[in-house]
């Protein structure tokens, strides 16, 4: 088994005036986030690309954007270590517990002080990616997130991650989560990368063994999200908080092409590692971005994929978000990629098309978060443009192999 074809020629992923776009897009996407400094970590830019007056370092985007930052690093854009060193310190300072270990969602007296799987995952993330930039302090954080992880969040039993805890690591939340186990996945392969211990590639087939092969495969690939601690599934839940920019109700079909994306790397990174390779993976890849662009492409009349649908696949939130194009985008060019397979590229033509003509803001800088249902620019879920993330990966990825992960790829010029 490979985990790539050859492309036909006339494929945009072959194509150089594609590749040099890609890469100009990416220049200015980081050069927009620069902004975002703040003393304590990276903070949430407004529409207009400024920092709002009071804003503050958050863990998610400081970790997001150290991951970022590195990743930009290594390609050699000047300028971005000291940010990827800023956005260790902070990690290593004012976000994290110093009497419980772990991590805030915000620096202690600003927010929740609970210990959350999700801010953890991108933790790690961050700590891989800037060791592979070679970050002052880098190292360390990357020790001790391992040992958060290692001690709190992973259930060998249940081959997934706790979802969270009080701060002083009692009360865990009798709640276990898709998304949060989904970015897990994305940081272990990451890990893997940067540790050379696999241990972390069968941690992550594990949990998309429950998730994917389990829960979304017997659900037509429609992922479920929601779960009690014993992972039956709540289907329910949040139907009165149905636009929750992390728990929203029914299905999310940005995760279904983000999980899909996911499942290709697995099965590159194990097969690069000589680990056995379950034969469903590509299949289980197909099955959600099949579902999802079937289901949430056009769903209400209008061009654009919808946030989120019910159990009988009807729109539900039909906000156009903007990391579920980004996500669309990286995973048809990963199933193209993968299979050399002629609608993969017309799908992945389509969503950059769509990107370019809606999300795109060439007149403020960096893309608009979030359209309405209309397909015009509006902040009912996310307000001004705070992320990096999606984005920015999404004109990495077409560029680069299955495996090894993001960073990792980059350093060693694949």
């Known amino acids: 088994?490979?985990?790539?074809?050859?492309?036909?020629?006339?494929?945009?992923?072959?194509?150089?005036?594609?590749?040099?776009?890609?890469?100009?897009?990416?220049?200015?996407?980081?050069?927009?986030?620069?902004?975002?400094?703040?003393?304590?970590?990276?903070?949430?830019?407004?529409?207009?690309?400024?920092?709002?007056?009071?804003?503050?370092?958050?863990?998610?985007?400081?970790?997001?954007?150290?991951?970022?930052?590195?990743?930009?690093?290594?390609?050699?854009?000047?300028?971005?270590?000291?940010?990827?060193?800023?956005?260790?310190?902070?990690?290593?300072?004012?976000?994290?517990?110093?009497?419980?270990?772990?991590?805030?969602?915000?620096?202690?007296?600003?927010?929740?002080?609970?210990?959350?799987?999700?801010?953890?995952?991108?933790?790690?993330?961050?700590?891989?990616?800037?060791?592979?930039?070679?970050?002052?302090?880098?190292?360390?954080?990357?020790?001790?997130?391992?040992?958060?992880?290692?001690?709190?969040?992973?259930?060998?039993?249940?081959?997934?991650?706790?979802?969270?805890?009080?701060?002083?690591?009692?009360?865990?939340?009798?709640?276990?989560?898709?998304?949060?186990?989904?970015?897990?996945?994305?940081?272990?392969?990451?890990?893997?990368?940067?540790?050379?211990?696999?241990?972390?590639?069968?941690?992550?087939?594990?949990?998309?063994?429950?998730?994917?092969?389990?829960?979304?495969?017997?659900?037509?690939?429609?992922?479920?999200?929601?779960?009690?601690?014993?992972?039956?599934?709540?289907?329910?839940?949040?139907h009165d908080n149905p636009a929750d920019g992390f728990r929203p109700y029914g299905t999310t079909p940005g995760h279904a092409f983000e999980w899909a994306r996911l499942v290709l790397h697995l099965e590159a990174a194990r097969q690069h590692a000589g680990l056995p390779t379950p034969d469903w993976l590509l299949p289980a890849a197909q099955g959600l971005f099949d579902n999802a662009c079937c289901h949430a492409w056009h769903a209400d009349g209008e061009p654009g994929l919808v946030y989120t649908l019910d159990w009988h696949n009807r729109p539900v939130v039909r906000e156009r978000l903007h990391w579920v194009h980004a996500e669309a985008c990286a995973t048809s060019a990963a199933l193209l990629r993968r299979t050399g397979q002629a609608h993969y590229e017309q799908w992945y033509r389509r969503f950059w098309a769509f990107i370019d003509t809606h999300f795109i803001d060439r007149v403020q800088g960096s893309w608009h978060h979030e359209l309405s249902p209309q397909n015009l620019p509006s902040a009912t879920i996310w307000g001004g443009k705070p992320d990096l993330y999606h984005a920015y990966q999404a004109v990495l990825l077409p560029r680069l192999a299955l495996a090894p992960s993001l960073a990792s790829a980059l350093a060693r010029g694949m």
């Open 1 to 238: 088994m490979t985990n790539s074809v050859d492309l036909p020629s006339s494929s945009w992923l072959r194509a150089p005036v594609h590749a040099g776009w890609l890469v100009a897009e990416g220049l200015r996407l980081v050069a927009f986030a620069k902004a975002s400094r703040l003393p304590a970590g990276f903070g949430n830019l407004d529409a207009q690309g400024r920092l709002p007056e009071g804003a503050i370092a958050e863990t998610m985007n400081t970790a997001r954007m150290t991951h970022c930052f590195a990743m930009a690093h290594v390609q050699g854009v000047p300028g971005c270590l000291a940010l990827v060193e800023h956005g260790v310190a902070a990690l290593r300072g004012p976000l994290r517990d110093g009497l419980h270990g772990g991590w805030f969602a915000c620096a202690e007296g600003q927010g929740d002080t609970g210990k959350a799987a999700y801010l953890h995952a991108f933790v790690a993330l961050a700590a891989s990616s800037a060791v592979v930039a070679g970050s002052e302090g880098a190292q360390a954080l990357l020790d001790d997130v391992i040992g958060i992880l290692d001690t709190h969040f992973w259930s060998e039993q249940e081959g997934a991650l706790r979802e969270s805890f009080a701060r002083d690591w009692q009360q865990p939340e009798a709640y276990r989560g898709a998304n949060s186990n989904m970015h897990a996945t994305e940081a272990f392969l990451a890990l893997a990368d940067v540790t050379g211990d696999t241990r972390w590639l069968e941690r992550a087939l594990r949990i998309v063994e429950r998730i994917i092969h389990g829960h979304a495969a017997a659900n037509g690939y429609g992922v479920i999200e929601h779960f009690d601690s014993h992972w039956q599934s709540l289907p329910d839940y949040n």
